[in-house]
């Protein structure tokens, strides 16, 4: 391959349509968008805050039929968006996110690109700005149980891509992202989330590797 040729060292920065290039990576990403407005209907609470940490263009986040003023995305990337549908944070979130008084938080395929260290302490901030009986909706990318099912995975979904990427791409993607990425078992997943006071988190959604929880702070008894 010549150097004209090989395709651009991935970064979201380079995206310039993340809305079509997430739909191509995750082919039912529709699916789980549609599925998190819908849940998001039963947490929404009048004069209470609502997050999208890791909120890439906003588009979710601009869909939430909330007051502008009680809605706060953040990224530390350039796709944020610049329309005034939301308080939008250019902020690294490993340095703390500052959130109170919500009544739901996202953060969809976010953490997996933190430290497990600094995914811990947003966990238990999430959880602390929670109202009583407000909701954390997480999405990541996991790794299975079994090394075999590991397999079966990444290849399926490989055979997904090359409907929308040429090969170079996916490897090149997956070269970049495996210095990026620090993907955890589903079991550890769920296990941080009751660390952070989560008690009972549930899963809404699955797509191979891909899981979505959500996550509820119980009413105090």
Not at 166 to 185: G, Q
Request: include cysteine; aromatic fraction near 14%.
């Amino acid at each position: 391959m010549t150097t004209e040729n090989k395709p651009q060292k991935f970064s979201f920065d380079n995206i310039e349509d993340f809305a079509s290039h997430i739909n191509s990576s995750i082919p039912t990403y529709h699916i789980l968008n549609n599925l998190i407005l819908s849940i998001s209907e039963y947490f929404i609470r009048e004069g209470k805050n609502i997050y999208d940490i890791g909120c890439s263009d906003g588009r979710l986040l601009s869909m939430i039929k909330h007051p502008a003023g009680y809605k706060i995305g953040m990224d530390n990337s350039n796709l944020l968006p610049e329309n005034d549908a939301a308080a939008w944070r250019r902020h690294d979130i490993s340095q703390g996110m500052g959130i109170a008084n919500a009544c739901l938080v996202f953060s969809i395929f976010t953490m997996q690109f933190l430290s497990i260290s600094v995914r811990r302490r947003a966990l238990l901030e999430i959880y602390d700005g929670l109202t009583e009986g407000g909701a954390f909706i997480w999405c990541e990318k996991v790794y299975a149980a079994s090394s075999f099912m590991q397999e079966v995975f990444t290849f399926t979904h490989y055979d997904s891509k090359r409907r929308h990427f040429k090969l170079e791409e996916i490897y090149e993607k997956e070269f970049d992202l495996r210095r990026m990425m620090r993907p955890m078992t589903d079991a550890d997943n769920c296990a941080m989330l009751r660390e952070a006071g989560f008690n009972q988190p549930c899963h809404f959604w699955r797509y191979l590797n891909f899981v979505g929880y959500i996550a509820i702070k119980d009413k105090a008894a």
